[in-house]
């Protein structure tokens, strides 16, 4: 079965402190692989997306993530957490000749001064 | 990044009346564009993918009849409501992509339905 998941539904982090956000998958075909920012009553942002070649991605606002295949993680990391990026975060997986996206439950981000 | 607008972006309706959301890409031509259902606090649900000048797909579970998807051009789809109820209360997203390889989906800024 297809799925993401996202152990944490809820993390809380100081201002200036790292981040690191869990996403396991489950697919079938090579995946391609995406973070999404949601911020209240808005739609989704992408941060960045991993389709090939290098598992390492850099994305924007200074997040990064690393494709780990053996692990079947997409874990998302920044180095130094702003209060601006407090929000819902969603990790998703496509594939190849598909254009769904499957989405994990999200983490909420909330940073404390 | 291309821009995808949503509209309305809340919309409080009677129940048994019908309601039209509209997602628009704005500079780019979207050959697919794809209907969200967010409930509080929980991920994005897939409700149907349509592609332009085609019937919608749905997903398994999603009543086509009630939830009408129109894609009647390369920059326009619209999801209407019909027979609105309480249930259908929920956030509605629509994101919209270009055909080709490693082509990523844009979001629209999401409508909250209210349905009284």
């Known amino acids: 079965a297809q799925s993401v998941t996202q152990p944490d539904i809820h993390i809380t982090v100081s201002e200036g402190a790292s981040l690191e956000l869990r996403c396991n998958y489950s697919?079938?075909?090579?995946?391609?692989l995406f973070w999404y920012v949601q911020s209240p009553g808005q739609g989704l942002q992408l941060l960045l997306k991993y389709f090939s070649g290098d598992t390492l991605v850099q994305g924007i606002k200074g997040f990064e993530a690393e494709f780990k295949r053996s692990q079947s993680s997409f874990n998302l990391r920044k180095p130094s957490v702003h209060w601006s990026d407090a929000a819902e975060y969603f990790c998703a997986v496509g594939g190849v000749g598909t254009d769904k996206l499957i989405f994990g439950t999200g983490t909420r981000l909330q940073v404390f001064p | 990044g291309a821009v995808v607008s949503q509209h309305p972006s809340w919309v409080i309706c009677k129940s048994g009346t019908s309601v039209k959301i509209e997602c628009r890409s704005l500079d780019f031509q979207a050959t697919t564009m794809f209907w969200y259902r967010q409930f509080p606090k929980q991920s994005l649900m897939l409700m149907a993918t349509s592609n332009e000048g085609s019937k919608a797909t749905y997903e398994q579970g999603v009543e086509k009849d009630k939830f009408l998807i129109n894609h009647a051009s390369l920059t326009l789809s619209t999801l209407t409501v019909t027979s609105a109820h309480p249930e259908d209360s929920s956030f509605y997203i629509c994101?919209?992509?270009?055909?080709?390889?490693?082509?990523?989906?844009?979001f629209g800024q999401g409508t909250r339905l209210t349905v009284v």
């Open positions: 697919y079938g075909a090579t995946p391609y």
């Open positions: 994101s919209a992509r270009t055909t080709g390889e490693n082509t990523e989906a844009f």
